[in-house]
């Protein structure tokens, strides 16, 4: 009589995967898929709801409020990631180089990502604030301004803030993510190029960068699912406000759903971001597929 043998065959990955299946169908499947059928309800806190098909989307469709934070998620996922793409290159370039203390320099920049997101917005908020923002009181003594400036009390401002604060927080993700790159890259390839008399701009366009292309696209596809995201960072600083200036999608949902109650139309403000989340995430593994 044949032995079962565990090692043949898929029934030991069949084995060791089940736990892990089970527990992410629990933990984030299950949570999902009810939060897609919520958005079909009018369901509040305490209360199941009835079945209203697409009436919580048409609502929203219709919102003004909805519609300015489609248009603070756009607005602030495309200038924060720009920017965080932009400076996060610039500084892997810098801190790929070899000089005194750079080693240190790079543990620096690793401060504004490691601390926690609600501790660097509380620390934001305070540098925001009307009465005690450093900022207001530097440009003030130095004559640059006559009063204070309320930087969360005006929307565009309170926007600018936010992208600053996003992009502080961002830079570290592009800069690591590139310096691994760049270190990738063979020294042999810039040398040949220097020998047959390419200035540092044609290395840099037609080597470098080119090589960094691939890195580039997983860590824009990463960090726009980050950015798209980001609640703690609105949430701690202005909660949407002022004026709901500076919601975005998931802060709008949360004020929906927890604070107001309506949990069917918060499902529904959710329900809106998964198809670009679900079309970012399938970019990103395919451009992971592709690296490998």
Known sequence: MPRLSLDRGPLLPTLLLGP???????????????GVLLGFKDASIGEPGAFIGLENYRYLITDPVFRITALNTALYTLVT???????????????????????????????PYV?????????WWWILDPQFSFISWAL????????RVDFLGHAWLARGSLMVANVWRGIPFFTVGYLAGLQAIPKELHEAAAIDGAGDWQIFWRITWVLLLPLTTILTIFSAIFTFTDFQLIWTITRGGPANATHLFVTLAYQRAIPGGALGE?????????????LLAWGALDALRRQE
């Open 20 to 34: 892990a299946a089970v527990l992410l169908g629990g933990l984030l499947a299950f949570p999902l898929a009810l």
């Open 81 to 111: 990631v720009v920017f965080k793409l932009a400076l996060g290159l610039a500084l892997a370039l810098i801190l790929n180089q070899r000089f005194a203390g750079y080693r240190f320099w790079r543990s620096v920049l690793l401060l």
């Open 115 to 123: 601390v926690p997101t609600v501790l660097s917005a509380f620390a």
């Open 140 to 147: 003030v003594k130095v004559g640059l301004l006559d009063h």
């Open 266 to 278: 918060g499902a529904a403000i959710a329900g809106f971001t998964l198809p670009l989340l679900a």
